[in-house]
Structure formats: structure tokens, C-alpha cells
């Protein structure tokens, strides 16, 4: 059934629950992208046309239901013989599962969550619907703790079309009012009754009557007092065992007028003034409850039920006992024997009568009120829920089926039952089915803001498929931080299926370019995109370099940078001026010394390749410029532009004035080499003279 699509409308998901009646499935809504629960009728009940109809016009009517408290049906309809009702998914547990969890209810929590039902069986009754199958299992509880009824008129149509066949109605007994144990109308009030044995249920966490067979549950039902609930739940106040008392009064009229009466008994049950107050005793009791009950013991099939019952249907028995009555009223309106005669015939009748209630009582009676015992077998536990339901149904039991995370089961397979594996119970008897949802998901921490070795280490106790880390280059956040996460911190998450991408910042890195020769407005432009760089500027006197000019850089050229940093820029002045002294007189004649003069010499600049072949064979080919700055040049002026693909060498003429430097400027394929610019001082320029 998974993945199957209905309709062309609801896309199954996986299976959610089921029963004796149908399955339930959570479906995807592909048209209003939501999500429903689909619950699809047994293929046993699709060819029977009388029941059909009837479940349709009963879900078609539970559809004018709008309640917050009754599960909304949205769709009711038939795809290849599969008859189906599309409702609300409330993803939560029924209250029956919810009672078993706590083994019993708080007053307070019970009041609260009877306000919601009460509410919502009045909301049904209003709108002329009677539910006939109350009961915990029918009662959904969602995450945010509200209570919502569900299968409102469906259990109608399922007991019609069961009188219509078998004139027996089905119900599940321990809920089930007398008036419906013995086959008599059912009313409003019938479903009150069944909302006093929940409220016993869940303050008790167990229900009050209880027997080997559905016979003896409704035989307690018609026959024995309720249970004293003060006696199992100490210190319950006084008007909380009033409201059960009424609630399940053996003849309705005893019990509460309508839900809303019930509802607003509740509105005030925990009062101070109330606590207290006297106890409610019921007046009398219907002498025919107290009969003996017509029940049957199996139904068409020969199979028995442990929590349903089949009862004679009412207008039946009614009828039944008319006829009766009219052939008795024959028998004493005719001639009666008289003498011996008549006493010896009537002895022999009551003989014979004896002998015949010693027959059915030996072997009949037996034989109707006694249910098969069954063993469950053992490998239901790690099978498909549907196979393990399955299983269970061939064995005439009832199924209920319970979602569970569960760290080891793979989802959809069965990890544990109730009664479990090996035990022997009787046919009907309700087999919990607890199935594994998969690992429980956790909540995704917020890591965002911790540097990566602590993200890491944080993570580690998750045990996350891996950890996956991504770098970003950013300067608003300290170096080695986790900037971003994936998943999402708060998203639900199964740590061993997830992989975690953490972004981690990274500072820019910067090479710090050469701003040798330039002058400071460009290296202001040069540096204004960079957010790590601030420039700071100083002028000396170069007796070289132009004014204005770049003489100098700190950190020079090639470093990398990471941190904020100050460069410090020392621009030219130009030469400095000199200072001519006025003449001293001299007291005699000193033969002037020799002044030194610019001297110009050409310098042979080798450039050396190391690598003269590409990859494919072919000379490599390096494109060379060379510029120089001297005496003559106080901006560089290229000298060479040339092609080459070996070790070459350039005759270039530079001027140098004494005390000062010549520089030659070599850029390859339009990158400045990494040595460049070269120095030649005026004493190595003499060497080339």
C-alpha cells in the first residue's frame, strides 16, 4: 500500500493504525498539500452493497461535523473496490494508549480532557449523530494535549448492516451501555454511559468491568453495581465519583439529560464547595436489566469475540416476544384438564422440561459461551506492520497498532507486542502493536558563533553521519568561527542519516602588491577595496626618485596578509637641495680636489629561463620588459620589449650621479618579477664603464 496513490489525490505514506474494520494510512494531500489520514475499509465489507451504502450515508453525514474537538472527514470515497473515508491526521496517540502510558489520570487532567469530549459528543448529538462506539481507542490525543473524537456514525453503519445479516448488533463491551447489551434502542444517553466508564478508565487505568468473554463483561454490565471508584483512586473528590455514578446508571433515565449537562457539570466538578459534597446513590434500577441475558456466543462464521459481543437485535426479540405472548394467552384461554389425568400429564411435562434444561445447560450453554484460546506466534516481532497485522487477523484477534521511535527497529517493522510473543489469549482479544517510527529525531543545536574545534567537539556526542566544514572568506567575524550551519539550528534531525555543513570565516588573504614608483593618489586607489589595508604616508628626500613618487613600502611587496594592517608609504621629495656655504677667506691657496662626476655605463642585465619547452614539446616563450629609473629617468622609462624564450642578455644604459642608485624594473609575461626592481649603486656602475 505504500507509496500507492488514491485517486490521483492522496499519495500513502505509511501505515498509522488499523483494526478489525479497516486500516488507517498517513497520506499526502497532493492538491491542498497537506497531510491526512486515510482510513480504507477491510476488503471483506466491499462486497457487501446494504453495508456500503449505509457506511456512506453515515460518513457523508459525520462530514456536517465542524468541531475542534471531532476529527474532520474531508473525502469519503472508492477506488478498485477499496471503499475509504479521507479525514484530519492528528499526529499524536489515542487515549488509550495515553492512559496505559500514565496508568491512571490525574482529576484535574481528566476533567480537562472530559470538558473537550463532552463538548464534542454534544456538538454530534445536536446535529442528530450518535456515536454507539465510544470508547479510548476512538479518542485521539494530539502533541498540544487536545482530545479529538473520531469515527462519529460509522459504528451505525456498521451495526445496521450487521442487523440486516446476522440481527445482531457489534459493539465493544467494555464500553457498551446495558440498553445496548441487551439488544434494546439505542439513544443519546447511550453514549453518555460510555463516557462515564472512560472517565472511570482514566482516573483507574483499568476499566470497571472485566471477564474471560465478552458474555460475562455484559453480564456485569447489566447485572453488577459499578465498582467503588473511591476505594481505587483514595482522596477522589466526592463530586468527581458523583458525575461517574450518574454518568453510568444502568437505566438511562437516571443518567445525565445530554452531554452539555454533563459538560457543564464538569465546568464546576473541582470547585472547593464541591469537593465535599453529598453522595449520589441511584434511586432504582430497570428490573429487566437484571435478567438474564439473551447473548450469543458466536456470530455467522463461528468465530467468538473477546472485547465485541453480538446481542439479539431489539425488534427481533420484541417480536419474538409478542408472538410468545399471544399463544400463552391461546393456551390459558382453552378448555384445562382436569384430574389425574391433568396432574400426570403436567408432571411429565415438568420432568421432561428439567431434563431438557440439564441438556442445554451441560452441553449447549457451554459450547456458546466459550472462546477459543489462541497462541501468538512467535517472529511477529521485526516483521512489516502489515504482514504482522495480517498475522494477527488470521488468528481472529484485534489489532491496534501504536507508533514508536525506536533507535534499532528499521521503521514500519514491528518491535514489541502486548500481550507479547508466546502467549496464549483468547479469540478477539486486542493486540497492541508497537511500531517503530525510526530514530527518534533530536533537536539541532545552535552552534553558530563557536569557533570550528569547539563546533566539532559539541557535535562529537551526536555521532552526525560526518561533519562536513566549508570556508568563507569574511572580515566582519573573527578568524575559525562558525558563521552558518546546515541543518538549520531547532530543525528536527536524525543524527546518523544527517551530514552537517558547518561555514567557518576565513579572513581575505592579501599578497601585498608592489607600489614601488607610483605616487600616493594611486596608491590610494590601489588600496581603497581592500577592507584589511590602511595606508599611512612619509616624505623624505631621494636624490633618484622623482617627488612624489613611492621610494619605499612596509611590509614590501609579496607579504601576506591576513590581520588588519597599517602599511607605511614613504613618498619622494625629490633630491635634496644643498646648501651652498659662503666663502670663507683662506689664508692661502689649496689646490682644489677633484670633483666627482654622473657617470653613464651601460650595465648587461642577464635574464635567465630555466624552462624553454612547454608541455607539448614547444619553445616556451617569455615576454620581457625592462624600465629604468636614474639620474636621467626619475620615472621609469621601458627600455626593452621583447620576446625570448632562453637565457638572454640586455645592454642598458643608466646614468648615476656619485652617492646615488639606478634601478632597472623587469617585468615577465606582465607580472613583476619577484626580485625586481635591481639596484646598481655608483660604485658598481664604475664597472662597467
Known amino acids: 500500500m505504500k507509496d500507492k496513490r488514491i485517486n490521483d489525490r492522496y499519495q ?13 494510512y498517513l497520506a499526502k494531500d497532493l492538491i491542498l498539500d497537506r497531510e491526512v489520514a486515510v482510513k480504507m475499509l477491510k476488503s471483506q465489507f466491499s462486497n457487501d452493497e446494504e453495508f456500503i451504502r449505509r457506511f456512506r450515508r453515515e460518513a457523508q453525514s459525520a462530514t456536517s461535523l465542524s468541531h475542534p474537538n471531532v476529527v474532520t472527514i474531508y473525502d469519503v470515497g472508492e477506488e478498485e473496490n477499496l471503499y475509504y473515508i479521507v479525514m484530519e491526521y492528528v499526529d499524536g496517540m489515542t487515549l488509550k494508549s495515553y492512559i496505559q502510558q500514565s496508568g491512571g489520570l490525574s482529576v484535574a487532567e481528566t476533567v480537562r ?25 476512538n479518542i485521539l490525543m494530539g502533541p498540544d494535549g487536545i482530545a479529538k473524537v473520531t469515527d462519529f456514525g460509522i459504528a451505525r453503519a456498521i451495526s445496521e448492516a450487521t442487523i440486516t445479516h446476522t440481527n445482531s448488533v457489534l459493539g465493544s463491551v467494555h464500553y457498551l451501555s446495558p440498553e445496548q447489551a441487551k439488544g434494546g434502542q439505542v439513544t443519546l444517553k447511550s453514549d453518555l454511559y460510555s463516557v462515564g466508564i472512560i472517565t472511570f478508565e482514566m482516573l483507574t487505568g483499568e476499566v470497571p468491568f472485566q471477564g474471560d468473554t465478552a458474555v460475562s ?33 444502568k437505566d438511562p433515565d437516571e ?22 459534597e453529598t453522595p ?28 465485541t459481543m453480538v446481542v439479539p437485535n431489539s425488534s427481533k426479540v420484541n417480536s419474538e416476544q409478542t408472538k410468545v405472548g399471544k399463544e400463552n394467552d391461546a393456551v390459558s384461554k382453552s378448555k384445562k384438564p382436569k384430574g389425574a389425568r391433568f396432574w400426570f ?9 428439567l431434563i431438557g434444561i440439564f441438556i442445554v445447560s451441560f452441553y449447549l450453554i457451554p459450547s456458546l459461551l466459550h472462546v477459543n484460546d489462541v497462541e501468538i506466534p512467535e517472529g511477529i516481532v521485526g ?67 563557536e569557533t570550528r574545534e569547539s563546533a566539532e567537539t559539541l557535535l562529537e556526542e551526536y555521532e552526525f553521519e560526518s561533519v562536513e566544514v566549508q570556508y568563507e572568506e569574511t572580515s566582519q567575524y573573527d578568524d575559525d568561527t562558525v558563521i552558518n550551519q546546515s541543518p538549520g539550528a531547532r ?35 590601489t588600496t581603497a577595496d581592500n577592507p584589511l589595508l590602511s595606508m599611512s604616508f612619509e616624505e623624505e628626500y631621494h636624490p633618484t626618485m622623482e617627488e612624489g613618487s613611492v621610494v619605499s613600502q612596509d611590509p614590501a611587496r609579496g607579504t601576506e596578509i591576513r590581520e588588519r594592517t597599517t602599511v607605511n608609504v614613504v613618498i619622494s621629495r625629490g633630491p635634496e637641495p644643498v646648501e651652498v656655504p659662503e666663502p670663507e677667506p683662506q689664508e692661502e691657496l689649496e689646490e682644489p680636489e677633484e670633483e666627482l662626476e654622473p657617470i653613464t655605463a651601460t650595465v648587461p642585465f642577464v635574464v635567465e629561463v630555466s624552462e624553454t619547452e612547454e608541455a607539448n614539446g614547444d619553445p616556451r616563450v617569455y615576454r620581457i620588459r625592462i624600465s629604468v629609473t636614474d639620474m636621467e629617468n626619475r620615472t621609469p622609462n621601458q627600455l626593452i620589449d621583447e620576446e625570448i624564450t632562453e637565457t638572454t642578455t640586455f645592454d642598458l644604459p643608466m646614468t648615476v650621479a656619485p652617492e646615488d642608485s639606478g634601478f632597472l624594473i623587469l617585468q615577465v609575461d606582465d607580472e613583476e618579477f619577484e626580485d625586481s626592481p635591481y639596484e646598481y649603486t655608483y660604485e658598481e656602475l664604475q664597472q662597467f664603464e
Do not use: C, W
Not at 261 to 274: A, F, G, H, I, V
Not at 348 to 353: D, H, S
Not at 405 to 428: C, F, Q, R, T, Y
Open 383 to 449: 516483521m512489516e506492520y502489515e504482514e504482522a497485522a495480517e498475522t494477527l487477523a488470521e488468528l481472529n484477534l484485534e489489532v491496534e497498532q501504536e507508533m514508536r521511535h525506536d533507535d534499532e527497529m528499521e521503521a514500519d517493522h514491528v518491535i514489541s507486542l502486548n500481550p507479547g510473543e508466546g502467549e496464549s489469549v483468547k479469540e478477539g482479544t486486542l493486540i497492541t502493536v508497537y511500531v517503530s517510527e525510526g530514530m527518534e529525531p533530536i533537536e539541532m543545536r545552535d552552534i553558530t558563533g
Open 217 to 249: 463483561v455484559a453480564i456485569k454490565q447489566l447485572q453488577e453495581p459499578l465498582p467503588d471508584i473511591k476505594e481505587k483512586v483514595p482522596g477522589l473528590p466526592q463530586s468527581m465519583a458523583n458525575f461517574i455514578t450518574k454518568a453510568t446508571a
Open 255 to 276: 443518567r445525565y439529560y445530554s452531554a452539555h449537562e454533563m459538560e457543564t457539570d464538569l465546568s464546576t466538578l473541582l470547585n472547593p464547595d464541591r469537593r465535599n
Open 113 to 137: 480532557i472530559l470538558g473537550q469530549i463532552t463538548s464534542a459528543v454534544g456538538h454530534a448529538h445536536d446535529n442528530h449523530i450518535i456515536h454507539r462506539d465510544l470508547k479510548p481507542h
Open 12 to 24: 500513502i505514506i505509511r501505515s498509522v493504525g488499523g483494526g478489525g474494520m479497516a486500516d488507517v
Open 345 to 353: 400429564k403436567l408432571s411429565l411435562l415438568a420432568i421432561l422440561f
Open 280 to 307: 449520589k446513590y441511584i434511586s432504582s434500577q430497570d428490573d429487566e436489566m437484571t435478567k438474564a441475558v439473551p447473548v450469543v456466543g458466536k456470530n455467522e462464521s463461528g468465530s467468538d469475540f473477546q472485547n
Open 491 to 525: 530543525e528536527m534531525v536524525i543524527p546518523s542519516e544527517t551530514v552537517v555543513t558547518l561555514t567557518v570565516s576565513e579572513r581575505p588573504t592579501y599578497i601585498m602588491s608592489n607600489l614601488f614608483g607610483m605616487t600616493q593618489e594611486e596608491v590610494i586607489e
